[in-house]
């Protein structure tokens, strides 16, 4: 079961080829001309990139125990909430990327993959959004889910961000130092 949006938009700016749009096949896909009033013209170098299952660790939730408050607040997230994506120090010389709710509570803790992936944009993101929620069985895909909760929800994230510039420098202590002044 998956808790989503139930409709699409895509927008193509005059003069630059965006991602997939070419992609839909036209019977499906509605294209009209608009001349939008934009007062922040840094908006529109501004790029999409879906945080997917691919990049989380996706039995993050399936181990967490009864009447833990993660638990409820996965229960309550919807498509459209604002998250935050956190690099956290981990023991043993190791860190991680987690997504929490307005409250703080963590969603999701992103993959190795996810990791590689999004580390080095950190610096660049000025939003993410929930655009879905997965609801994962026990019994769903490989592996020993032996102690898993019957189901648990993995929600799926949208992060917009500006392009990432050769010359910017990225790092954690960078992203750290921008959310306590920015949250």
Known sequence: MTRSCKSLNLFQQMGYNTRFINEIPTEIRQTRRLSPNIKAPDVLRMECDLISLEDLWINYAAYLQKGDSRINALKAVQSGDKVTLHHEDQPGNRSRLVIKDSKGNCLATLSKRGYAKWISKL?????????GVHI??????????TGARESWSIPVFEAYSYPINVAQVNSPETHRKHAEEHL
Do not use: S
């Not at 994962?136 to 889910?145: A, I, K, P, T, V």
């Open 123 to 131: 610096d660049n993101i000025h939003k993410i959004v929930v655009v």
């Open 136 to 145: 994962r069985e026990r019994e769903d895909g490989e592996g020993d889910n």
